[in-house]
């Protein structure tokens, strides 16, 4: 039915191309194309079923049109870095083919979250008849589906979103990030911004911490509020939003690791010289941290990702939990990679066959909350990534322990 190029061959990547490859009715056929081709091939060899492969540096716009034109897909999924989203979405401008991504595009000198860049895009994307979908991986994706559902079944207005994130899993490594270091390592040592009474209100990294109790025996973790970009696009999308806060687990390795990484300057992301070359500290640290692709034979636990919401059904006040549970073995068990890569990988393959079977096609520049959450969310439950929503007590408060509520 559909040619895809998927561009960029890391961990999330590999699910990319195990999942596409799995549902061949819709994916008939599979480019993966990133700017080493051999660890393409190395995917390809996992996948019973063949897939083609290219190299490709995705920002040289000039080559990427050119293999695009060459190779006339249906739809470009961008899983490569979050810096070659412009670049992407050009050439998919120049060579007429629709486009998804799991991430907002960031200078590769300011650590910015924003949705600018890519939403300037809207007016070329609509009239070439064009779709570009963004932020198609769990958060965002999954998490902006998730809040749309609620909105959609259970609320006649949402008041309050809070996005948890927690990863029970262990690779027991002292210090390792589950998916690209330089753009883990960017986000979690960003100031915090959270959605409050129509801003966005600033506070340190790290400075709020509350304890969760996640369903289904996960276990209780610490809670860190960060900003997290879908709180941009959800508090504009959901403007009766009084609040929205994103949370995500960190253990306390990760977090003496990463303050002393900060302290000593290796977290930056301005060029120092060091004997006579230009050196970028946190690209250096990326260098020297284990492959996340790596981490999948090692990593046991799961991980736990939903959203709560509060609002209004029929006039009365209600509190809703939606989550998905995911195991990192049986994760690795089914396409050779652990869980965030794989909750990142699912999502995208469900945003593109969204695209490619017209539920969500239009022209324009989209984020996933502006679309129809049914036919993604009975993906979800298909392919890999089951939920449940539950009811929680209208009294039901975060157990907040560090920072002001
Ligand atoms: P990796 O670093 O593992 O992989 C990135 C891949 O992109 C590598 O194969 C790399 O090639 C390739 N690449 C980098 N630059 C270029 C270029 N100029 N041209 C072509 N290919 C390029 O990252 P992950 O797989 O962990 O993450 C992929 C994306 O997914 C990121 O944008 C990340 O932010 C996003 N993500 C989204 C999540 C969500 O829930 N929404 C969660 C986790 C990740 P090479 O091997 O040569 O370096």
Same mark, same amino acid.
């Given at each position: 039915m559909a040619k895809v190029i998927i561009i960029?061959?890391?961990?999330?990547g590999?699910v990319v191309a195990h999942k596409c490859a799995q549902v061949e009715s819709v994916f008939t056929d599979i480019l993966l194309?990133?700017?080493?081709?051999?660890? &393409?091939?190395?995917?390809?060899?996992?996948i019973e079923r063949p897939i083609r492969?290219?190299?490709?540096?995705?920002?040289?716009?000039?080559?990427?049109?050119?293999?695009?034109?060459?190779e006339q897909p249906d739809l470009v999924i961008n899983v490569?870095?979050?810096?070659?989203?412009?670049?992407?979405?050009?050439?998919?401008?120049?060579?007429?083919v629709d486009y998804l991504?799991t991430?907002?595009?960031?200078?590769?000198?300011?650590?910015?979250?924003?949705?600018?860049?890519?939403?300037?895009?809207?007016?070329?994307?609509?009239?070439?008849?064009?779709t570009?979908l963004?932020?198609s991986?769990?958060?965002?994706g999954?998490?902006?589906v998730?809040?749309?559902?609620?909105?959609?079944?259970?609320?006649?207005?949402?008041?309050?979103?809070?996005?948890?994130?927690?990863?029970?899993?262990?690779?027991?490594?002292?210090?390792?990030?589950?998916?690209?270091?330089?753009?883990?390592?960017?986000?979690?040592?960003?100031?915090?911004?959270?959605?409050?009474?129509?801003?966005?209100?600033?506070?340190?990294?790290?400075?709020?911490?509350?304890?969760?109790?996640?369903?289904?025996?996960?276990?209780?973790?610490?809670?860190?509020?960060?900003?997290?970009?879908?709180?941009?696009?959800?508090?504009?999308?959901?403007?009766?939003?009084?609040?929205?806060?994103?949370?995500?687990?960190?253990?306390?390795?990760?977090?003496?690791?990463?303050?002393?990484?900060?302290?000593?300057?290796?977290?930056?992301?301005?060029?120092?010289?060091?004997?006579?070359?230009?050196?970028?500290?946190?690209?250096?640290?990326?260098?020297?941290?284990?492959?996340?692709?790596?981490?999948?034979?090692?990593?046991?636990?799961?991980?736990?990702?939903?959203?709560?919401?509060?609002?209004?059904?029929?006039?009365?006040?209600?509190?809703?939990?939606?989550?998905?549970?995911?195991?990192?073995?049986? &994760?690795?068990?089914e396409v050779?990679?652990?869980?965030?890569?794989?909750?990142?990988g699912v999502p995208a393959m469900i945003g593109a066959k969204m695209l490619l079977e017209g539920h969500w096609k239009r022209?324009?520049?989209?984020?996933m909350?502006?679309c129809d959450?049914d036919p993604f969310m009975e993906d979800m439950n298909r392919y890999g990534l089951?939920?449940?929503?539950?009811?929680?007590?209208?009294?039901?408060?975060?157990?907040?322990?560090?920072?002001?509520?």
């Amino acid at each position: 039915m559909a040619k895809v190029i998927i561009i960029g061959a890391g961990g999330v990547g590999a699910v990319v191309a195990h999942k596409c490859a799995q549902v061949e009715s819709v994916f008939t056929d599979i480019l993966l194309a990133s700017r080493t081709e051999d660890k &393409c091939k190395a995917i390809a060899a996992q996948i019973e079923r063949p897939i083609r492969t290219a190299r490709v540096d995705a920002d040289n716009v000039a080559e990427l049109t050119a293999l695009l034109q060459a190779e006339q897909p249906d739809l470009v999924i961008n899983v490569a870095l979050p810096y070659q989203d412009l670049s992407i979405m050009d050439a998919c401008l120049n060579a007429g083919v629709d486009y998804l991504d799991t991430a907002n595009y960031e200078p590769l000198d300011t650590a910015k979250f924003e949705y600018k860049w890519q939403w300037a895009y809207q007016d070329k994307f609509a009239a070439a008849g064009l779709t570009a979908l963004l932020g198609s991986g769990f958060d965002p994706g999954a998490t902006n589906v998730f809040t749309t559902y609620l909105a959609k079944h259970y609320f006649d207005e949402v008041e309050e979103l809070d996005i948890i994130d927690v990863n029970g899993g262990d690779h027991g490594y002292p210090f390792a990030t589950n998916f690209n270091p330089e753009i883990n390592i960017r986000e979690v040592s960003a100031e915090c911004r959270h959605w409050e009474n129509g801003e966005f209100v600033t506070t340190p990294p790290m400075s709020k911490m509350a304890r969760f109790e996640c369903p289904e025996a996960v276990g209780s973790y610490n809670i860190y509020r960060m900003y997290h970009e879908e709180l941009e696009s959800l508090s504009k999308h959901f403007p009766t939003l009084r609040r929205a806060q994103f949370w995500m687990s960190f253990g306390d390795s990760y977090l003496k690791h990463l303050e002393v990484l900060e302290n000593v300057g290796m977290t930056g992301i301005e060029p120092v010289e060091f004997q006579g070359q230009q050196i970028v500290p946190i690209q250096f640290l990326a260098k020297l941290l284990p492959d996340p692709s790596t981490l999948g034979p090692r990593t046991k636990g799961r991980t736990c990702i939903g959203c709560i919401v509060r609002g209004k059904k029929d006039g009365r006040e209600r509190v809703m939990y939606l989550y998905n549970i995911c195991d990192h073995e049986a &994760c690795y068990r089914e396409v050779q990679s652990q869980a965030i890569s794989y909750t990142t990988g699912v999502p995208a393959m469900i945003g593109a066959k969204m695209l490619l079977e017209g539920h969500w096609k239009r022209p324009g520049v989209w984020n996933m909350e502006q679309c129809d959450p049914d036919p993604f969310m009975e993906d979800m439950n298909r392919y890999g990534l089951p939920w449940t929503v539950v009811e929680l007590d209208p009294g039901f408060r975060l157990d907040v322990h560090k920072g002001q509520d």
